[in-house]
């Protein structure tokens, strides 16, 4: 058995009249699930088009372990590099920011406190 | 817990020597619940210094670190006065030690141990496994490999790595003493030690830094 985690996307259209995909994770992201719910990210990046852009909504993921971090990063690497596109954190839990900000991912992945913020952003 | 996991309340184990590498060690899992005696001449400070041990055994199945996790937090939390932001760190801590010993340690349906200790100046997590794993390593293969993840850790910029985080990011930043040492029964311990006072410091400078509180 592994630790609940939920992961939802859903698209939204930014006031550009670009479309950016909102990716919502909601639990415990952790070594008995992360290889398994890897492969929902992993599919997803494959549909991609060039210069797709990716909303990480961390609003109910209350906990990452460093598999999880590796494919976090393992993700953005894919994302900005193999599509071209775009891929920021938002609404991260004060224990996530901590954990990322140790590990330095954040000195590589932009994140913001709120939605809005994140859409403004993709919406440059 | 489940009926494969026990909780057990042990005699404080000895403090070891740190920074020792392939050491041999007399510490035995604990496995059963036994009497703590204490001088009854001693004095309160004496007292509060000794290290309150809780030791855990686990069953080599991930599905369970969620709970040690839980219990983590709850100890740090009620036990050692730290902060929330340190009780997730801890829970954090505990979560990549016991990965390790799953992974790299003991095999399925074996057993790991988790301890957590405390006194009024420090606080302690370790833990055993008992080296049935197909991939179990020794102290002197896990000190070559902690160097090679140094380096590769060196520049976050540039590491993209699925692995390798757990020990030399992750527990090394949030700790002050990092151990490990064969165990005379095969396997590992891994320790990891926080000082209460650094802790609590490390708090004070942050907040002055931010000015926002954990939470």
């Known amino acids: 058995m592994a630790s609940p985690i939920e ?21 415990l ?3 008995s699930n992360a290889d398994d719910k890897s492969v929902v990210i992993y599919d997803l990046i494959n549909t991609l088009v060039p210069g797709a852009i ?14 999880a971090i590796g494919y976090l990063t393992d993700w953005y690497l894919k994302v900005t590099n ?23 991912t954040l000195q590589v992945m932009t994140h913001f406190v709120s939605m809005d913020d994140a859409v403004a952003y993709a919406s440059q | ?24 060690s007399s510490n035995a899992i604990p496995s059963a619940a036994t009497e703590v005696s ?7 400070a004496v007292l509060d210094d000794i290290e309150k041990v809780i030791s855990i055994s686990l069953r080599t199945d991930l599905y369970f670190n ?8 709850g100890f740090i939390q009620n036990l050692t006065g730290l902060s929330e932001k340190w009780a997730y760190r801890f829970q954090s801590i505990v979560d990549e030690l016991c990965n390790n010993a799953i992974e790299h340690g003991s095999a399925d349906g074996d057993s790991i141990s988790v301890s957590f200790a405390f006194t009024t100046t420090y606080v302690k997590v370790w833990v055993e496994d008992n080296g049935s794993g197909a991939d179990s390593i020794t102290a002197t293969d896990l000190s070559k490999r902690l160097e090679e993840l140094r380096v590769q850790n060196a520049d976050p910029t540039q590491n993209f790595a699925l692995r390798g985080r757990g020990i030399v990011k992750i527990i090394e930043s949030w700790t002050d003493e990092f151990t490990y040492e064969d165990r005379p029964e095969g396997g590992l311990k891994v320790t990891a030690l926080k000082h209460l006072a650094n802790a609590h410091s490390e708090d004070v400078e942050l907040n002055a830094v931010e000015g926002v509180t954990f939470g």
Do not use: H, W
């Open chain 1, 82 to 104: 193999d599509k071209q596109g775009m891929l920021v954190l938002t609404q991260l839990q004060s224990g996530i920011i901590d954990i990322l900000d140790t590990v330095g």
């Open chain 1, 29 to 31: 992201f952790d070594e």
């Open chain 2, 38 to 44: 204490v001088d009854s001449s001693a004095t309160s």
């Open chain 2, 1 to 24: 817990m489940s009926e494969n996991s026990s909780i057990n309340v042990g005699p404080p184990i000895p403090p070891l020597s740190t920074g020792t590498v392939g050491s041999s």
């Open chain 2, 66 to 73: 969620s709970g040690i996790r839980d219990f983590a937090v």
């Open chain 1, 54 to 67: 990716l909303i990480f909504d961390f609003s109910e993921l209350s906990y990452m372990n460093s598999k």
């Open chain 1, 7 to 27: 992961i939802t996307i859903s698209d939204k259209v930014v006031p550009t009249g670009r479309m950016v995909k909102i990716v919502r994770f909601s639990g």
